[in-house]
């Protein structure tokens, strides 16, 4: 992503004229510490800067990129040093603003309005006082994703080998400021071929300026000591090449030649053919966001008896009274605290499988908040209380099943989808042991796998989860229901929770890098496309 930053009504801190505002960005670790990542230039004079230097960042979807955005007046003496070379605490702290990447990257325009604050614990005085606002602006530095497919074929080669046909190969140029070959592309070479047939190739329209620039595709022999001979050129654009293709015309190729000190062109008997040509855009990821798509978190707690006694320290479930996290609540921390931001009412599905609540059977699928007329909880802080709640008030039980509440979430996604809502559903199920109703599990997979819909299992405790990898087609064979059917795609995600421990990327960031993915699969399987202007 390429960042770029405006402000406006910044304080001004020079007797005799406005501010001359620079800004610095920062990131912030999870341990809080900040590294800085760039500066822009400074702005003489001017407390509403509209900065011209952008900042580039790369995006990671299963991370939270916290970034921290410091506005600072340069002083007079330092305006003509590099602005990398300055000190910051000889330079006016004007204000900081703070914010996720993911938040600018949810905004339909991708732009992001802060306030400036003073540095916590800096209150000169108690008025409060205004700092101005900056905002935050992000494009993808991928300028285009339109990309053309073309299959060429050319006819009728003259021999440029002695003993044998020629082995020819394309390259394919465009034509830079003044009138220098940029090669963008090559085909394959064909051995001993005098009609050659090329394997398709693809050409991105960033790459080669527009459909209207020029671009010179050359037919050279291959010869091994790395001297090719020019068997022949011509010279089309993109549009050239389209029409080309539609007209199922070709095009005969030419060799430029010295006559005197004239250049002339020779027009062989050989031609160009365009076999295929099409055209394809690739949607990232963030268009889709752009258009307006949310990601909804759900989550499922496994409550069933292996888990142990809650009230024991040996238990999954138990809740420590210095705060420290038992595994279940890491789990819904780490998956949360990434998914929150594309889901824009934070309201969030929860439920519990596997345990009797008061006075009443076994459940396989009950609400975590204890209603039994909805099931939504308001944030990550609302599924953590509704799960010490439940811990409460329901008994540990058996077995361990998996339909009742992937079934629950594939309806909730469907009834979406019929309504045409621009949502697609994870679904975080955390559980300590294998899965009792294996079959009925993998029916409902397979029903789910044509649903906006990802599910990823963690595995938490000393349990063996070799059988749960069957659930993960990464890991194996595509699931099949008992009728045969076979799943439309792969939406099962599964990681035990102990492997967490070494390396800086947890096992739960790297389980979440895996959804954009599956999102793309649904949305261009299905021919879906981002409401954004191309």
Same mark, same amino acid.
Request: hydrophobic share 35%; with cysteine.
């Given at each position: ?7 406006s ?18 990131? %912030?670790g999870?341990?809080? #510490?900040?590294? *800085?990542?760039?500066?822009?230039e400074?702005?003489l ?7 011209i ?6 995006y ?33 702290f004007?204000? *900081? !603003?703070?914010c996720?990447l993911?938040q600018?990257? $949810?905004?339909?325009?991708?732009t ?7 540095? *916590? ?12 606002k900056? &905002?935050? @602006? ?5 300028s ?8 060429l074929?050319c ?18 140029? %465009?034509?830079g ?5 940029i090669?963008?592309c090559?085909?394959?070479? +064909? ?7 090329w394997?398709?190739?693809? +050409? ?7 459909? *209207?620039?020029? +671009?010179?595709? /050359?037919?050279?022999n ?8 020019l &068997?022949?050129?011509?010279? %089309?654009?993109?549009?050239?090449? /389209?029409k080309l ?9 030419f ?15 050989s ?14 990821f +963030? ?13 499922? &707690? ?5 888990n ?25 921390v780490?998956v949360?605290?990434v ?10 599905? !929860? ?5 009797r ?8 699928c ?6 039994? @007329?909805y099931?939504e909880v ?7 209380? #509704?799960? $010490? ?8 039980a058996?077995? $361990? ?24 559903f994870v =679904?975080? &199920? ?5 899965? $009792? ?7 409902a ?5 044509? =649903? ?6 963690i595995?938490?405790?000393? !349990?063996?989860?070799?059988?749960m ?16 059917r076979?799943?439309s ?19 739960v960031?790297?389980?979440?890098? /895996? ?13 879906i ?6």
């Open positions: 992503m390429q960042l770029s930053f405006s402000a009504d910044l304080l001004d801190r020079d007797y005799f004229s406005k501010s001359d505002p620079m800004v610095v960005i920062y990131k %912030k999870r341990d809080g #510490a900040l590294s *800085e990542l760039g500066r822009t400074v702005v004079n001017s407390v509403n800067p509209a900065w230097t952008k900042h580039n960042i790369t990671h979807f299963e991370v939270v990129q916290t970034l921290v955005f410091r506005v600072y007046d340069v002083d007079t003496q330092f305006h003509n040093v590099d602005v990398k070379m300055l000190k910051l605490d000889e330079q006016q004007l204000g *900081e !603003a703070t996720v993911s600018i990257m $949810t905004r339909s325009d991708r992001l309005s802060l306030d400036l604050e003073q540095r *916590e614990g800096s209150s000169r005085s108690n008025r409060p006082r205004k700092h101005g900056i &905002i935050v @602006h992000a494009e993808e530095c991928i285009s994703k339109t990309t053309t497919e073309m299959i074929r006819s009728d080669l003259e021999y440029k080998d002695l003993f044998s046909r020629s082995d020819p190969f394309l390259v394919i140029s %465009k034509v400021e003044g009138g220098t070959k090669p963008v090559r085909t394959e070479v +064909l051995k001993n071929e005098l009609k050659p047939i394997k398709p190739v693809f +050409l991105n329209i960033q790459k080669v300026g527009s459909k *209207e620039n020029p +671009l010179v595709i /050359e037919c050279f291959f010869n091994s000591n790395g001297k090719h001979d &068997i022949g050129k011509v010279q %089309k654009s993109l549009a050239d090449l /389209e293709h539609s007209s199922r015309q070709g095009e005969n190729l060799l430029p030649t010295s006559v005197g000190h004239e250049n002339h062109n020779k027009v062989l008997k031609q160009l053919f365009v076999d295929k040509f099409s055209v394809s855009v690739q949607h990232t +963030l268009d889709y966001l752009a258009g307006g798509y949310e990601l909804n978190f759900m989550v499922a &707690i496994d409550f069933t008896a292996s142990g006694n809650p009230r024991l320290p040996d238990s999954l479930h138990y809740i420590d009274p210095s705060g420290r996290l038992n595994a279940y609540q890491k789990a819904i780490e949360g605290e998914l929150q931001f594309y889901d824009y009412d934070k309201r969030f599905p !929860a439920w519990g499988f596997g345990a609540p008061i006075d009443g059977p076994v459940s396989h009950f609400n975590l908040n204890g209603s039994s @007329h099931c308001e944030g990550i802080q609302g599924i953590m209380m #509704a799960y $010490t709640s439940a811990l409460l008030n329901v008994s540990l058996g077995p $361990t099943l998996f339909g009742p509440v992937i079934s629950h979430a594939a309806l909730i996604a469907s009834q979406s989808l019929a309504n045409g809502g621009q949502k697609y =679904l975080l &199920i955390i559980t300590d042991g294998v899965v $009792t109703d294996l079959q009925e599990t993998k029916d997979l397979v029903k789910a796998s044509d =649903l906006p819909l990802s599910i990823l299992i595995g938490v405790g000393g !349990a063996d989860f070799k059988e990898e069957i659930l993960d087609a990464d890991k194996g064979d595509r699931l099949e229901s008992s009728t045969g076979v799943a795609r792969d939406i099962v995600q599964f990681v035990p929770l102990r492997d967490v421990q070494s390396g800086e990327i947890s096992v960031q790297a389980l979440l890098a /895996e959804l954009p993915s599956q999102f793309l699969t649904y949305m261009r399987t299905r021919d496309k981002p409401n954004v202007d191309d």
